[in-house]
C-alpha cells in the first residue's frame, strides 16, 4: 500500500488558521473511516478527529469548535481545517484511515505545525 501523503502544515502565530491536505491510496481511503492524528514531541501518536465515508464527523474535546474535516472522495483526499489554534497543536500531524493500527497500514511522513505563542 502506498504511503498517504501530507502536506499543508508550517509556521503559525495563536489564533491563525492552517489548512492540511492528505491523499491517500484507494486501498486506505475508500469506503473507511478517515481520521487527523497528532504526534507531540517525546508523545504518543494520537486521534485529534475522523470522518465516516458518508461524512459523518468527530472530535476529541481538545479541537472541537475549532478543527473541522472534510473528505473529497473523488480525490482521494481528506482535509483538516484549524482555526483559533493554539500552542497546545502544535506537532506532526498525520493522516490515515481509523483502523491503522489494526489493518498495520503505512504511516505517511507527516506534516508539521508549529504555533508560536
Known amino acids: 500500500q502506498a504511503q498517504p501523503v501530507e502536506s499543508g502544515g508550517g509556521l503559525v502565530q495563536a489564533g491563525g488558521s492552517l489548512r492540511l491536505s492528505c491523499v491517500a491510496s484507494?486501498?486506505?481511503?475508500?469506503?473507511?473511516?478517515m481520521a487527523w492524528y497528532r504526534q507531540e514531541p517525546g508523545k504518543q501518536r494520537r486521534l485529534v478527529g475522523r470522518?465516516?465515508?458518508?461524512?459523518?464527523?468527530y472530535y476529541t474535546d481538545s479541537v472541537k469548535g475549532r478543527f473541522t474535516i472534510s473528505r473529497d472522495n473523488a480525490k482521494n483526499t481528506v482535509y483538516l481545517q484549524m482555526n483559533s489554534l493554539k500552542p497546545e497543536d502544535t506537532g506532526v500531524y498525520y493522516c490515515?484511515?481509523?483502523?491503522?493500527?489494526?489493518?498495520?497500514?503505512?504511516w505517511g511522513q507527516g506534516t508539521q505545525v508549529t504555533v508560536s505563542s
Open positions: 490515515n484511515s481509523d483502523d491503522v493500527w489494526a489493518a498495520g497500514r503505512p
Open positions: 484507494g486501498n486506505i481511503f475508500n469506503g473507511n473511516n
Open positions: 470522518i465516516s465515508a458518508s461524512g459523518f464527523t
